[in-house]
């Protein structure tokens, strides 16, 4: 039962690699690496006082507009591509996970962004305050 569920776990991750293999990514390490991806590398980096925003721009400038990186079991995408940024957060209808927007819009407990159209996750609702920004 144990090798099971092993060879199933290895096939999720062969699997939600293989997906994004087109796309540049930092070298993971070993076989360690390949389940755990950059944690490692981002726990380490974390620990000496620094943002992950500061390791993404690294990596932004090393693998370009366009990289992905798996920490644990996520493949998680990053662009700096204006048009991509727009059709990701404008035109096309990609769901907005409530945790990460909640995080944007009330860091440490706090409104910041609050639900502007930055941090709104309810559609019907970003779609009305979006409407007030078109012309005419």
């Known amino acids: ?3 099971i569920i092993s060879l199933l776990i290895t096939l999720k991750f062969f699997v939600l690699r293989k997906k994004y293999e087109h796309l540049p990514s ?3 390490k070993g076989l360690i ?3 755990f991806g950059q944690y490692f590398t981002i726990h380490e980096f ?3 006082n620094n943002f992950i925003e500061e390791l993404q721009l690294n990596w932004s400038s090393k693998f370009g507009s366009v990289y992905v990186y798996q920490f ?5 995408c990053i662009t700096s591509e204006e048009e991509a940024i727009k059709k990701i957060l404008i035109d096309k209808d990609f769901p907005k996970k409530p945790e990460i927007y909640k995080i944007v ?3 440490f407990g706090e409104r910041f962004l609050g639900h502007g159209l930055v941090s709104e996750i309810d559609k ?3 779609r009305n305050r979006r409407a007030l920004f078109n012309h005419g």
């Open 72 to 76: 644990l079991h996520q493949m998680i």
């Open 105 to 107: 819009g009330f860091p």
């Open 33 to 35: 690496g390949f389940y």
């Open 124 to 126: 019907e609702k970003w």
């Open 26 to 28: 930092p070298e993971s």
């Open 1 to 3: 039962l144990l090798v």
């Open 46 to 48: 974390l620990s000496k």
